[in-house]
């Protein structure tokens, strides 16, 4: 009825929560849907798009709800109390682990998505070298804003062509890739699901007792709500300090540039393995990451589906050669990063879900997505390093490609 003002925090909450709520529950009774397509997340994430799209929701709710999650910062909120908790509470063995073989799980996926790439290239009668510029890369490229947009700029930087015909494309492709990432996380965890051998159920690593401490087996203190707000204090503290770095300390090295959320990781990494962190406070970063993710999820995935999903940009690049050689860039993903992560001691599913399909979404918007389609939020610390140091990675990529190409 547009009564409600479109500059207040609580009513664009409310707005989000009430239709969160009603399609995240319509998702999770659908039994086609929530077998198959992802449940509630999913119908809370496309139903909100829809909703902006025909014009259900008010245009000026909308541009408030896009103003709360991307300029006043409502996702940075969301995305580093999920990368401090996940990086805090994960065993220290562990987490050294993890990240030794992290990397080459990213390569063996942006590997296999470029040859099967190139083999939907040959089905579609496309050129190899447009499918390896348009399509692979920027797929593969941790996003829109780190990935998609300096990829045109050094596009045009390289070849002198138009960086915003390649930008067009490219975002278009981005956004048919990153549904598809959607899609292939609900089959990966109906996959796991079915064969329990698979996957973690959460957990990258293989047999992670095997890495276990004294402290892993003491008894857990009683979290109160004291230690919740420290939680959010450690949380606060780092994204202080990343962000000072990755603004005005060391914004890049080299060609690389660093976004804030990998100094995320790195700092709450070194916290956790220098030991620095009371666990009082490490469980209640957990606790509140909790909240965002189970009772609030509903709100989060709406309004994540209104400020970053153009279903006008989705349609208009709607053709079966895109669908195809998209998909086959996706399927190439999960099965080189899922192969490789197996070989250096991941399980298949979180890592085809974290080193492959996080690669090949469009960023932190589709990092939330495609965890919450896989049932697999506690993985974020992971998913952000493919979004970012995987994005750069791309970056170089790019740079040595696109001469040649010139």
């Known amino acids: ?34 077998d198959y397509i992802g449940g509630g997340a999913v119908m809370a994430f496309f139903g909100a798009a829809a909703f902006e799209f025909y014009g259900v929701i008010p245009e000026k709710y909308a541009t408030a709800i896009t103003f709360f999650y991307d300029d006043y910062g409502f996702q940075t909120l969301f995305i580093s109390l999920l990368i401090v908790s996940a990086v805090l509470t994960v065993n220290r063995k562990q987490l050294l682990k993890a990240f030794s073989g992290y990397i080459p799980a990213i390569l063996g996926g942006i590997g296999m998505a470029a040859i099967f790439g190139i083999i939907g290239a040959m089905i579609c009668g496309v050129e190899i070298d447009r499918v390896i510029a348009y399509y692979v890369l920027p797929i593969m490229g941790g996003g829109n804003g780190g990935g998609a947009l300096p990829i045109s700029e050094m596009w045009e930087q390289s070849t002198g062509k138009s960086k915003e015909e390649f930008y067009s494309v490219a975002f278009a492709i981005l956004n048919i890739a990153n549904n598809f990432a959607i899609l292939g996380a609900v089959g990966l965890n109906i996959l796991g699901n079915k064969y329990p051998k698979l996957t973690g159920n959460g957990e990258l690593l293989k047999n992670p007792e095997k890495y276990s401490l004294a402290e892993d087996h003491a008894p857990k203190p009683k979290i109160g709500l004291n230690d919740i707000g420290g939680g959010l204090l450690v949380t606060c503290a780092i994204y202080a300090l990343s962000y000072t770095v990755s603004e005005f300390i060391l914004p890049s090295i080299g060609p690389v540039s660093l976004h804030m959320y990998v100094y995320t990781v790195i700092f709450a990494a070194i916290l956790n393995v220098a030991n620095l962190i009371p666990a009082e406070a490490k469980l209640g970063a957990k606790r509140l990451s909790e909240f965002f993710t189970k009772p609030l999820m509903c709100m989060c ?40 992560g197996m070989m250096v001691g991941f399980n298949f599913v979180e890592s085809a879900m974290t080193a492959g399909l996080c690669m090949a979404n469009r960023g932190g918007s589709g990092d939330l997505q495609v965890l919450g389609a896989g049932k697999r939020m506690s993985l974020m610390s992971y998913a952000q390093i493919s979004s970012r140091i995987g994005g750069a990675i791309i970056l170089i990529l790019c740079s040595i490609i696109f001469g040649f190409m010139a």
């Open 1 to 34: 009825m547009g009564l409600l003002p479109e500059d207040n925090m609580l009513a664009i909450i409310s707005i989000m929560l009430t239709f969160g709520f009603v399609l995240y529950e319509l998702g999770e009774r659908l039994p086609i849907w929530n």
């Open 301 to 340: 995935m709406c309004g994540i589906g209104i400020a970053f999903m153009d279903l006008a940009d989705f349609i208009a690049a709607l053709s079966w050669q895109n669908f195809l050689i998209a998909a086959m860039i996706v399927l190439g993903a999960i099965i080189g990063s899922g192969a490789v």
